[in-house]
């Protein structure tokens, strides 16, 4: 679909207008950000409209529904951001005690030890996962298939825990 006469865009942008901003804010609950997504959909439609008019309306909420979940999750990684940060700031607010430094390095150490009693393979992968890398990254990392790497995960996650609990049972 071309629209080459700005009259053409005007009348499909006044009569999807309204629809497409009410829909984005039942979705992201913001009317400020309603109207600012609204007018980014019909950007895009300005730019690189449907090839068959026929198809404009599902066109349209298949890409009003594209940015607002976009706009969410942007959201959303912003707010982990932020809570990271207050973290921070809180933990820097009171420096730990010694109490606190020996405890939390026990624990690392014990955690430490019950890493060392596991398979190599499933060391380097809990290990990689908890540094951040992705599934992707850890499976180019240990040479394995990548959708193998949610099930590696998992058994290596409960053999962990099963090595932990025999080892506090031993403790009581």
Known sequence: MSIPESSAFRNIFFEHYPTVRRKLAALV???????????????RLYRNPPDNPATLGA???RVLTRIGYDYLEKKARERRLQDKQELMYEG???PESGEEVLMRQLDQAE?????SSLPERD??????????YSYAEIAEELKVRRPLIGSLL???TRK??????KAMAQQD
Request: hydrophobic share 45%.
């Open 59 to 61: 066109w349209l909420h």
């Open 92 to 94: 820097e607010a009171t």
């Open 154 to 156: 998992q058994r290596a």
């Open 123 to 132: 060391r380097q992968a809990l290990l990689l996962r908890y540094s951040g």
């Open 111 to 115: 955690v430490q030890t019950w890493l």
């Open 160 to 165: 962990l825990e099963t090595t932990a609990s």
């Open 29 to 43: 609950r913001d009317d400020a950000a309603a109207d600012d997504l609204a007018q980014e959909v019909f950007l």
